[in-house]
């Protein structure tokens, strides 16, 4: 079956760089991408959406690309905070296939003061 | 009620036992979803309605059961909970069908142990 994964499961950094977390995807008809971020027993939240016909969506400090060509999507998160650590989802779908969303196993970002 | 509420938080159940987890969304969504999420295995959809009298399968349907009367309710029940269904459960919402390529709204989630 298709498939959404993340390249690392954790991803560590200090209050003030910048993250990326990183999600390939396998499906070359998804068209439609979320992030989500998840702090620790409270549901998914969404950050970023992004379509397949646009390469990069900004919002308030996030970021995300989109590369289609080597199906591989990324979240940027400007100026991290220690409120960014929780788990980031990429999830997607290919709406022509009539698919639900497909969601990757997610990484894990811890932010240090 | 604002977006999605989950009931009850947490549940412990004893296996064989019949369980309903409540989900009721009050933003007129005409897709619902139940997910379940496992350490190291992300969210696994169970069952999606894409709207008030239909449903469908997801990915790990088996041993659930949901039915959809209304637009704002989206109960799931496990007839007879196993052990494997120990997990946390996440309610969803949609503005769109499941296929649509939209944004899914979640609610708090349910924690269940089944013995």
């Known amino acids: 079956g298709e498939s959404v994964g993340l390249h690392l499961p954790t991803l560590s950094v200090q209050e003030g760089d910048n993250s990326i977390i990183n999600c390939a995807y396998s499906?070359?008809?998804?068209?439609?991408f979320i992030w989500y971020k998840q702090e620790s027993g409270k549901g998914p939240q969404f950050i970023i959406d992004i379509r397949s016909n646009m390469d990069k969506r900004q919002g308030q400090r996030v970021t995300v690309l989109l590369n289609k060509t080597v199906k591989h999507l990324s979240l940027q998160i400007a100026a991290t905070q220690p409120g960014d650590s929780a788990v980031y989802f990429c999830a997607e779908t290919a709406s022509s296939e009539g698919t639900a969303l497909i969601f990757g196993k997610g990484t894990t970002l811890s932010v240090s003061s | 009620i604002a977006g999605i509420t989950q009931a009850p938080t947490s549940q412990i159940l004893a296996a064989g036992r019949r369980m309903t987890l409540r989900c009721t969304q009050d933003?007129?969504?005409?897709?619902m979803y139940w997910y379940r999420q496992d350490l190291g295995l992300g969210l696994r959809l169970i069952h999606y309605s894409n709207t008030a009298g239909t449903t469908g399968k997801g990915e790990v349907p088996d041993g659930y059961s949901v039915s959809r009367a209304n637009t704002d309710d989206f109960p799931l029940t496990l007839a007879s909970a196993v052990p494997s269904q120990t997990s946390v459960y996440f309610c969803a919402s949609s503005d769109k069908s499941a296929s649509g390529g939209n944004e899914q709204f979640f609610g708090p989630g349910t924690r269940l142990t089944v013995l």
């Open positions: 933003m007129r969504h005409n897709a």
């Open positions: 499906n070359s008809a998804s068209d439609y």
